[in-house]
């Protein structure tokens, strides 16, 4: 079974353990300061010896990183450069090769199809003035179209 604490009993309880915790703090601390004495020296210079390698270590990076950047940006310049001048003289050859067999340049093909508009609307124009058309031939006149059979 589970006993249970009465309430002073579980303040007291509560303290000691506060107690305890804070002796073992300050035990901590204490040998963390007598160490940090015994080693103070060596300790500090291994720190910085550490640090410097780190920074020098960061600055080598930080070139190498940037160089990479300066070559790549160079590199997709001169990339996007040559396949500009290559699409040119794609377009020019083709042109050329059109122009040859006679094919009409784009111009040309656009004003040909405002002219067919304007002609489409004009026959439209056109069709409207005229007459309506007579009847069909083919039947006969005068009789209705059940005995024409």
Not at 97 to 102: C, D, E, M, P, V
Request: charged share 30%; aromatic share 4%.
């Amino acid at each position: 079974m589970n006993k249970k604490l009465t309430p002073p009993d579980d303040d007291e309880a509560l303290a000691q353990a506060v107690r305890a915790s804070a002796r073992q703090i300050w035990q901590a601390g204490l040998g963390a300061f007598a160490k940090a004495q015994k080693e103070g020296g060596t300790a500090f210079t291994r720190l910085v010896r550490d640090g410097s390698e780190l920074q020098r270590y960061a600055r080598e990076v930080e070139d190498a990183t940037e160089t990479v950047s300066r070559s790549a940006e160079r590199a997709s310049r001169r990339g996007t450069s040559s396949w500009n001048q290559l699409e040119q003289v794609f377009e020019e050859r083709v042109a050329r090769a059109l122009t040859r067999i006679g094919a009409p340049a784009a111009a040309e093909v656009e004003a040909l199809q405002g002219r067919v508009a304007e002609l489409e609307a004009q026959v439209a124009e056109l069709a409207r003035r005229l007459p309506p058309a007579d009847e069909p031939e083919g039947k006969p006149e005068g009789k209705p179209e059940s005995e024409a059979g």
